[in-house]
């Protein structure tokens, strides 16, 4: 086998799409796999839609790079989030796919994450491509039986970040007026296990206010028992007063010179382009 390497290109998506749907999952559309090469903050210089693994003009694997610009500490930071890696069998083994990460995360000027690494992929990550532990535990509140005291209020998302996500599958936008101050966060909202409904979240302008109203705001957010506030541990600065802490059951990775854990939060990702769920 002769097979190379090459950036993936706007091109390339209807096979890349094809490869995906019919060999990684077709329980996932097309139009889902799709958006790994137009989602809604995709800056207008991206440099490529990941990686191809390439033979005789045949595509054999693909590895999915998604970037945003976002301004952080009054800096632009460019992050890549990596997802969808595949190879068709016969071209497993062989260093391909190690090469093809290596490839797409040289730019030491670029922070790359992977928030839904397998074991398999966490321990290559992290033995052979730098890449470090970003988040391994999270916070769980479940909601009580007792009045609030905080208002909550659903927001149309008018400005970035949020905004790139308007209309978004299972994404919840609320502003909340607390003792301590107002804040806006967005959660995503997937029934995991035994039908627990997980209000994950993405992302809180203000965590400091979130951290130490968390366990109001989820007796007024949570709409049923059978429901949680999941608060990955980097996002607040604090425990939660009530908070439980439960182990991520994938740990989100992370490759960055310039930024702090704290400062990556889970607004992009494919898990939100392909209707699936944070681990």
């Known amino acids: 086998m002769n097979a190379s390497i090459r950036p993936a290109r706007p091109d390339d998506r209807n096979e890349v799409v094809d490869l995906l749907h019919t060999h990684m999952s077709a329980k996932i559309p097309r139009e889902r796999w799709a958006l790994l090469f137009d989602y809604p903050w995709r800056p207008a210089d991206a440099p490529d839609c990941g990686r191809v693994l390439q033979e005789g003009g045949r595509i054999v694997g693909y590895l999915g790079a998604t970037y945003v ?49 397998t074991p398999q992929v966490d321990a290559m990550l992290r033995a052979h491509a730098g890449f470090a532990i970003l988040d391994r535990q999270r916070w769980i509140l479940r909601g009580k039986d007792r009045a609030a005291d905080v208002d909550l209020r659903d927001i149309a998302p008018a400005i970035i970040p949020l905004s790139h996500h308007a209309g978004m599958r299972n994404v919840r936008f609320v502003q909340a007026f607390t003792p301590s101050g107002s804040c806006i966060f967005a959660v995503h909202v997937k029934r995991k296990g035994e039908g627990l409904a997980y209000h994950q979240l993405l992302h809180a302008d203000r965590p400091e206010i979130l951290a130490g109203q968390a366990e109001a705001i989820a007796a007024a957010l949570l709409p049923e028992p059978a429901a949680v506030l999941a608060i990955d541990c980097r996002l607040v600065p604090d425990r939660p007063v009530g908070a439980a802490v439960e182990d991520i059951a994938q740990p989100r990775l992370y490759k960055s010179r310039t930024l702090r854990p704290a400062q990556i939060d889970n607004l992009y990702n494919e898990v939100l382009l392909l209707d699936q769920k944070l681990p």
């Not at 301004?71 to 069998?89: A, F, H, K, P, Q």
């Not at 290596?102 to 928030?115: G, I």
Request: include cysteine; glycine fraction near 8%; hydrophobic fraction near 35%.
């Open 69 to 117: 610009d976002r301004t952080l500490d009054g800096r632009v930071e460019r992050i890549c989030n990596m997802s969808s890696w595949y190879l068709l069998r016969p071209y497993r083994g062989q260093g391909h796919g190690r090469a093809m990460v290596l490839d797409l995360t040289a730019n030491p000027d670029l922070t790359y994450t992977d928030l839904t690494a």
